[in-house]
């Protein structure tokens, strides 16, 4: 385990359902990103997260709604999403620009 | 546009050889390069370099940078199966945290 928690592992939803993907870490972090990672392309940066105030959206479409309650707690909100939309979801935490992301495991998404 | 290209895109060695996986990249303000390991879900960190010429190692595993040529390496000697993996390379840059990543590297180490 690195640090950083992400529920679910696996979801598999239909165009219309709404769902919410969980990421959450305890190592005192106050930053925290979403991205995307598609086959054969490199990640994507979607939300950046400092102090619990949202610093970048990079020009996700608003089917896809970021939440951060506090720093310790990252949320994607995901609605009429598109099949082009499967992928690796995967949250990460830094503790400040000097530093590297801890990464968590990924959520792996399947819209049908 | 930030930019980061690694090559190889893959990579097919036995177990004993050494690899050479190179990042080169073009950033506005560049701050540092790392380098993550992939092997199932998780990037997991290996380095991060902000000075050129100077080597970091980790066991079989080393990366120097050369910020005049904005390039770095990464180095696995030895190889064993346990290094198969999908080695990413990403940039930040001086204003703002974010990384910019590379495509990666997929190491296959075969006994």
């Known amino acids: 385990e690195t640090g950083v928690t992400q529920t679910p592992r696996h979801l598999v939803m239909g165009m219309t359902n709404k769902k919410s993907l969980k990421c959450e870490q305890h190592?005192?972090?106050?930053?925290m990103y979403w991205y995307k990672q598609s086959a054969k392309k490199p990640l994507e940066l979607m939300f950046v997260?400092?102090?619990?105030?949202?610093?970048e959206n990079n020009s996700v479409p608003s089917r896809f709604s970021p939440e951060c309650p506090n720093s310790s707690h990252l949320f994607l909100h995901l609605h009429t999403l598109q099949p082009e939309d499967s992928a690796l979801y995967l949250c990460?935490?830094?503790?400040?620009?000097?530093?590297?992301?801890?990464f968590g495991s990924g959520t792996r998404l399947t819209v049908v | 546009e930030d930019k980061v290209v690694q090559s190889p895109l893959s990579l097919v060695v036995h177990e004993g050889d050494t690899v050479t996986l190179n990042c080169s990249y073009e950033?506005?303000?560049?701050?540092?390069l790392l380098w993550y390991k992939q092997e199932k879900k998780a990037p997991t960190f290996l380095f991060m370099l902000?000075?050129?010429?100077i080597e970091k190692k980790s066991g079989r595993l080393s990366s120097i940078l050369d910020k005049k040529e904005l390039f770095s390496i990464l180095n696995i000697t030895a190889t064993q199966t346990g290094d198969s993996a999908i080695y990413l390379c990403?940039?930040?840059?001086?204003?703002?945290?974010?990384?910019?990543f590379g495509e990666g590297t997929q190491l296959t180490v075969n006994p």
């Open positions: 902000t000075s050129s010429g």
């Open positions: 990403a940039v930040g840059e001086t204003s703002g945290s974010r990384l910019t």
């Open positions: 950033v506005t303000n560049f701050r540092s």
């Open positions: 990460a935490s830094a503790l400040g620009r000097a530093h590297g992301y801890t």
């Open positions: 997260y400092n102090f619990k105030e949202q610093t």
């Open positions: 190592l005192g972090h106050n930053a």
